[in-house]
C-alpha cells in the first residue's frame, strides 16, 4: 500500500478527543466522590487475600491518548489484575498468530454463561469459546511462544509491561493461593484438552494462566493499559508498541462482547464501551482514538463485576462523551 492509501486510511480511524484537560479532571474527581459511600457488593472471597482486602479502596484514572493522566482516590493502590489480564494476553496472541488464527483456534462469540463455566466449553459445537472468560483465555494463554515454561512466561510478563509502561510484579501471596485452589480452572483445562482447544500442556497453561493474573496493577496502569488499545496498540506515555492495531481493534472487539461475562449486554447498553472486569475489583474501559479507563473498587456484583466500576464508567462515558454509540444530528 502507498503512504498515500495508508494516510487515507488513517483519516478514517479516530472517534475524537477528550474535553479539555481540565474538564477531564474535574469528572474523574466529581466520579469518586459521588461513589465513593456505595457499600453495595461484596469482596471476591475465593481467595483470603481478597476477602481481607479494604472494601472501600477506590481509585479512578483517565489516561488520553496524549499522555495525560487524571486520577482520583486509591488510584495508585496495587492489587492483582485478574481476569483484566484476558484481553491484553490476547492482543499478544494475535501479534503471534494472526488474528484470524486467533479466532479459529479460540472461538470469538459470547457464551451468555458465566466467566468459569464448564457448560460454556461443553455446549460448543467446536469446544471454542471467547478469550475474555476462562476457558478461551487459557487457551489463549497455552498459545503464547515458547521453548519453555521460563520463555513463556517472559513472553506475557515483557508484553503486559509493554502496555503499562512498567515492569509488572507477581502478587506470590494470591498466587500460592490461586495455585492450590484451581480445581475449577484445570477441569476447564482437561475439558478443553479432550476437545483438542489446549495447545501446549495444560499444566503448563493453567500455571501460565495464573501468574498473569496475580500481576499486580493499579487503576492507574489499567487506564494506561487501556490507553494503548485506544491508541492503535501505542503506549501513549512510552511511546512505545505493545501490540498492532489489528490486534487492538479485534481485541476491543471481544472485550465489547464478553468482558463482563452474562452482563456484557447490559455493560455494553449502559457504558458503551469495549472494557473488562477482575475479580479483585479492577475495571478495564477503552475509548478507541480518546482514553483509556481504570477503576479499582473490590466490592463485586453477584456477576464478579466491580459495583463502583460500572457506576464510574457509566457517568464518566456519558459526562465525557465516550460511548461509541452516541451521536448528534449532523447540521
Known sequence: MSRDSNDAAAAFVSTGRLPPSDRVDALVEEAHRLFKGNAEGANADIYPSLARMPSDLFGVAVAGVDGALHASG????EFAIMSVSKPFVFALV??????????????????????NSLGAVEQSPTGATNPMVN??????????PGASLDEKWAFIAEGLARFAGRALVVDDDIYACALASNARNRAIAQLLEARGRIYCDPL????????????????LDLARMGACLADGGVNPLTKQRAASADSCKRTLAV?????????????????????KSGIAGGVVAVAPGK???????????DAGNSVKGRLVARFLSERLGLSLFASQPDG
Open 74 to 77: 486509591d488510584s495508585s493502590h
Open 204 to 219: 503448563d497453561a493453567i500455571d501460565l494462566y495464573t501468574r498473569q493474573c496475580c500481576l499486580q496493577v493499579s487503576a
Open 94 to 115: 494475535c501479534d503471534h498468530l494472526g488474528f484470524e488464527a486467533a479466532r479459529e483456534r479460540l472461538g470469538v462469540n459470547a457464551t451468555g454463561l458465566p466467566f
Open 291 to 301: 482514553a483509556g479507563l481504570g477503576v479499582f473498587a473490590p466490592r463485586l456484583d
Open 255 to 275: 472485550m465489547a462482547s464478553a468482558g463482563f461475562y452474562q452482563d456484557s449486554g447490559d455493560w455494553l447498553y449502559e457504558v458503551g464501551l469495549p472494557g
Open 135 to 144: 476457558a478461551g483465555a487459557i487457551a489463549a494463554t497455552s498459545l503464547v
